[in-house]
């Protein structure tokens, strides 16, 4: 059963195992798969996201829409396609890998270890956000442009992966069209 399990990985991105996502998160996290989102809609408005004060780590530190894990032998855009409406009370179309190779390790305040390979993706939203409250503590759209200019000001006010994205990222490469040129 692949219930709640994560995908370990080598250094070059090889699954090698899987372990319980319940678990894997500890002060010496190993590599595993994830996925995080950028939800824009046809505003140019990006949805960032306050974590939940009960997440284990990096609680009620803004973010990016929504992150996750896939589960074994599952593809990322049908990982991406699960966790949107649990975790925002929607559903997502238009999905662009915008950092296919993106990875990071951080370390937060409690000493966990995030320490995962994480493409990252724009989609556009479909519906209404109703985020669930164990995950999501706040939300807000705003503009593209605004966000970048906040992060650039106050990276200690998001969350690590966050900025390392946006610091790979420009606005335009969330702005862009689905099917246009890149990855």
């Known amino acids: 059963m692949n219930a709640d399990l994560v995908v370990l990985t080598d ?90 190779g993106f990875r990071y390790r951080a370390v937060d305040a409690s000493g966990v270890v995030e320490n995962e390979i994480c493409p990252v993706f724009t989609a556009r939203p479909v519906g209404e956000v109703r985020p669930a409250a164990d995950e999501v503590a706040e939300h807000t759209w705003s503009p593209v442009v605004d966000v970048w200019a906040a992060v650039e000001r106050t990276p200690w006010a998001f969350s690590p992966w966050f900025v390392d994205q946006v610091s790979q990222l420009t606005p335009d490469d969330l702005l862009r069209p689905a099917g246009v040129a890149g990855v």
């Not at 284990?56 to 699960?82: K, L, M, Q």
């Open 11 to 100: 250094e070059s991105g090889a699954p090698t195992g899987v372990a319980d996502r319940t678990t894997v998160h500890t002060a010496d996290t190993p590599l595993h798969l994830a996925f995080s989102c950028h939800v824009v809609d046809d505003a140019g408005r990006i949805l960032m996201t306050r974590r939940a004060l009960s997440k284990r780590t990096w609680p009620g530190v803004w973010t990016n829409s929504f992150c996750g894990h896939p589960r074994p032998e599952e593809a990322v855009p049908d990982a991406i396609h699960r966790y949107a409406p649990r975790e925002l009370g929607f559903g997502v179309a238009d999905l662009r890998c915008v950092l296919p």
